[in-house]
């Protein structure tokens, strides 16, 4: 059974930086495709950061492209999203997700709220 986990929410100043981590159990990780979604009040989630899983592919929303940053350890089961230069709007609950490519079935985690304030 897959499971996310994701750690590292928190709340920050406008400017400051955050890393958030998602562990994944019960899968072979390095076959996923493993993503970084974000949803805020009243908005629909949406995608952040995207990583292959042989690290040779990512992809960003245009608004974090610069700021924020996607790795992934398969030895640890690991992926991670450095967010720098964060701004309000970056606010949100932040989501992890696994996909092997060609399915379009998506595992989740259970989210972690990131707050920025002005």
């Known amino acids: 059974q897959v499971q996310l986990v994701e750690s590292g929410g928190g709340l920050v100043q406008a400017g400051d930086s955050l890393r958030l981590s998602c562990a994944g159990s019960g899968m072979t990780f390095s076959r996923y495709i493993m993503s970084w979604f974000r949803q805020a009040p009243g908005k629909e989630r949406e995608f952040v950061a995207a990583i292959g899983g042989s690290t040779s592919y990512t992809n960003y929303l245009d608004s974090v492209q610069g700021r924020f940053t996607i790795s992934r350890d398969n030895t640890k089961n690991t992926v991670h999203l450095q967010m720098n230069s964060l701004k309000p709007e970056d606010t949100a609950v932040y989501y992890c997700?696994?996909?092997?490519?060609?399915?379009?079935?998506?595992?989740w985690g259970q989210g972690t709220q990131v707050t920025v304030s002005s």
């Open positions: 997700s696994a996909k092997i490519s060609g399915s379009s079935y998506n595992y």
